[in-house]
């Protein structure tokens, strides 16, 4: 059973816009969340994180809120670009961050239109 | 700085065949870390070295996967014998030691298809 969900595969976007990833995940454990970007034929890269001790945090264009009550997140990407474009996953920690202790989602696709 | 490199990029295989990957780390990073991604669903963790010791193995799937990382540098990634649910990207992970994940970096990976 999956324990962290991206319900949406997919996701397209027209330039200049907002784009907002969602993520939902089951275990009330997790105490740190990190969004990952991915582009083809390459590895994920780091984006940006959130401890539970928050519920927003922000870098450039980039925020991430969280919402614990609802086991919920998001990345909200303001204004989306054409490199943008890549797959997005959210990932979630227990022990507050540590490489073998991530529990990662299946991905979005975000395609940011010109 | 040369980054986590991976190798081979591909491998196509047929059931049964030996296959395997090759994780060069970042020099200096103590920790390295095996995933696969299955059929574009999640990352999942398969396990973690700190320098030549396995840390956490606790995701490898089974035994016919064996993971070694001789001298401290390196690690290879073998499957023996391969299975077709053994299709996906492998990606390899290095950071310092006592790093978080900001300072995770991950290879390019491998695509294995198992035929």
């Known amino acids: 059973d999956q324990q962290v969900k991206q319900n949406s595969p997919s996701l397209s976007v027209q330039e200049g816009r907002i784009s907002i990833l969602n993520c939902d995940y089951t275990?009330?454990?997790?105490?740190?969340f990190l969004w990952y970007k991915k582009y083809p034929a390459e590895g994920p890269t780091f984006l940006i994180s959130?401890?539970?001790?928050?519920d927003k945090n922000e870098d450039g264009r980039f925020t991430v809120f969280l919402n614990k009550s609802a086991k919920h997140l998001s990345l909200h990407i303001v204004p989306s670009q054409p490199g943008d474009s890549a797959v997005y996953f959210c990932?979630?920690?227990?022990?507050?961050?540590?490489?073998?202790?991530?529990?990662f989602g299946p991905g979005t696709r975000l395609s940011v239109l010109p | 700085e040369a980054g986590v490199t991976q190798f081979p990029s591909h491998s196509v295989i047929e059931k049964g065949q030996t296959v395997t990957l090759r994780c060069d780390p970042i020099?200096?990073?103590?920790?390295l870390y095996w995933y696969r991604r299955v059929m574009g669903k999640e990352i999942k963790f398969l396990l973690h070295?700190?320098?030549?010791?396995?840390?956490?193995e606790s995701g490898m799937p089974n035994n016919r996967f064996l993971a070694e990382r001789t001298g401290g540098t390196y690690s290879t990634l073998k499957v023996q014998p391969a299975e077709l649910e053994d299709s996906g990207v492998y990606f390899c992970?290095?950071?310092?030691?006592?790093?978080?994940?900001?300072?995770?970096?991950f290879g390019s990976g491998t695509q294995l298809s198992v035929l």
């Open positions: 070295f700190v320098k030549e010791s396995k840390q956490d």
């Open positions: 275990n009330s454990m997790f105490d740190y």
């Open positions: 992970a290095s950071s310092l030691p006592g790093q978080g994940s900001e300072k995770l970096f």
């Open positions: 020099s200096g990073h103590d920790n």
């Open positions: 959130i401890s539970s001790i928050k």
């Open positions: 990932a979630a920690s227990e022990m507050g961050g540590y490489g073998q202790n991530f529990v």
